[in-house]
């Protein structure tokens, strides 16, 4: 089992930015998936982000595209996501997860991830 510790979160105006990372420790494979999810109060958890590991291959949700990015550093085994242009819909716990699906294709179903981290409050003031 993987351990995942999200950090970086805050409280920020609309159209600041933020960077979330997010530390793995523990038992690690050749081919996995890093992703960001993110829940608002009263809402379903939804997909925002997610990086290969061996490929550096990314996906993002549309909400979200050209104003987040996210990256990752193989020597620190952490996972970033750089949110720019932020709206006071970005509002949410935001969680990292890993998925060990094969393949090449990056997949934004919650259920394919397997470990997930504790979550870091977003809050984006208008």
């Known amino acids: 089992q993987v351990q995942l510790v999200e950090s970086g979160g805050g409280l920020v105006q609309a159209g600041g930015s933020l960077r979330l990372s997010c530390a793995a420790s523990?038992?690690?494979?050749?081919?996995?998936?890093m992703a960001w999810f993110r829940q608002a109060p009263g809402k379903e958890r939804e997909f925002v982000a997610a990086i290969r590991w061996n490929g550096g291959s990314t996906s993002y949700a549309d909400s979200v595209k050209g104003r987040f990015t996210i990256s990752r550093d193989n020597a620190k085994n952490t996972v970033y996501l750089k949110m720019n242009s932020l709206k006071p819909e970005d509002t949410a716990v935001y969680y990292c997860?890993?998925?060990?699906?094969?393949?090449?294709?990056?997949?934004?179903?919650?259920?394919?991830?397997?470990?997930w981290g504790q979550g870091t409050q977003v809050t984006v003031s208008s």
């Open positions: 523990g038992r690690t494979f050749s081919s996995y998936t």
């Open positions: 997860a890993v998925g060990y699906y094969s393949g090449s294709y990056i997949y934004s179903k919650s259920h394919l991830y397997t470990d």
